[in-house]
């Protein structure tokens, strides 16, 4: 397997970990065991916990200079931003809306990156681009918004945001480099932290702990760490456009998961959304090795 294929199947697989998060988020909130951020920062501390004696141990064979602690310090803050924004659009959001209008970080990226690094968008990327955006807008059912959701989607902006910069700070400082145990760690202790300040200031600290819950929040934290880790080692084979794209597969799983576990409705246009968004990944993973993204200089 070429690097770039190994690339985007580990991205691919990413998605799917960051798809089955939510739905399994809100099926233990939905138990009244937690709100959702608090179900969000058990999710963290769980995954965190279960990388502890591993992420040790590599740190005490190869110990990280305090300038990459720095680096992925930040990397934390920024994954407990968009989680925490996103997990709180939810409150006037459906969840695929909510996550659907979290989906325009992809084009932030791509912004981002022309505006910092002037890398030259071509036609092409814009094509694939506006196909991934009309299928996020087929999957979102404008008539389930109700009074007060511009505060949702504000709050889901503000994810795709954090998001993005999350991506291209990896991408810069390029700590895909690291460690992928160490680094999923640092970054889930410092959201776990984060989320868990975030829910003491807006009083949403609540977590009701039995043998099933605990199951659940096992089985999120597993699938947290796995998210994680297969993200940040994508991103040595891939660059960060295309790993955003790819990345845009976590809206399909988490609307089939829901529909199919949750019993949310998925109706026909949500589906249609849904292909259109897969076309655009296989088309974004299919392009030239040039890429659809470059420098003036095609770096």
């Keep these: 397997m070429s690097p770039k294929k190994k ?6 697989l990413s998605g799917f ?51 990459q602690l720095g680096q992925t310090v930040l990397s934390g803050v920024l994954t407990a931003c968009t989680a925490a924004s996103l997990y709180t659009s939810y409150r006037w959001l459906p969840g695929g809306v909510g996550m659907a209008v979290s989906y325009l970080y992809p084009l932030f990226v791509l912004l981002l990156g022309a505006a910092i690094y002037h890398r030259r968008i071509t036609a092409y990327a814009w094509l694939v681009e506006a196909m991934a955006l009309v299928g996020i807008g087929l999957m979102c059912d404008l008539e389930a918004l ?40 640092i970054v889930t202790g410092t959201a776990a932290l984060g989320v868990a300040l975030f829910n003491l200031l807006t009083g949403q600290f609540r977590v009701s702990l039995s043998p099933d819950s605990l199951f659940w929040f096992l089985l999120v934290g597993i699938d947290g760490a796995l998210a994680v880790a297969t993200q940040i080692t994508s991103l040595r084979y891939i660059d960060s456009a295309t790993a955003s794209v790819l990345g845009t597969l976590e809206l399909i799983v988490c609307c089939v998961g829901s529909a199919l576990y949750l019993k949310e409705p998925f109706p026909l246009r949500s589906a249609a959304g849904a292909a259109l968004l897969v076309l655009a990944v296989v088309l974004f993973s299919l392009r030239d090795q040039g890429g659809t993204m470059q420098g003036k200089h095609g770096e």
């Design 146 to 185: 109700q009074l007060g959701a511009w505060k949702g989607v504000a709050f889901a902006v503000l994810s795709a945001l954090s998001f993005a910069a999350y991506i291209m700070w990896g991408e810069a400082k390029r700590l895909s480099k690291l460690d992928p145990i160490v680094y999923t760690g």
């Design 7 to 12: 690339g985007c199947f580990l991205m691919i």
């Design 17 to 67: 970990f960051y798809g089955l998060a939510p739905v399994l988020i809100l099926k233990v909130s939905r138990t009244g065991a937690s709100s959702y951020t608090g179900g969000l920062m058990i999710r963290y501390t769980v995954t965190t916990l279960l990388l502890l004696p591993f992420a040790i141990r590599s740190a005490c064979r190869r110990p990280m200079p305090y300038r």
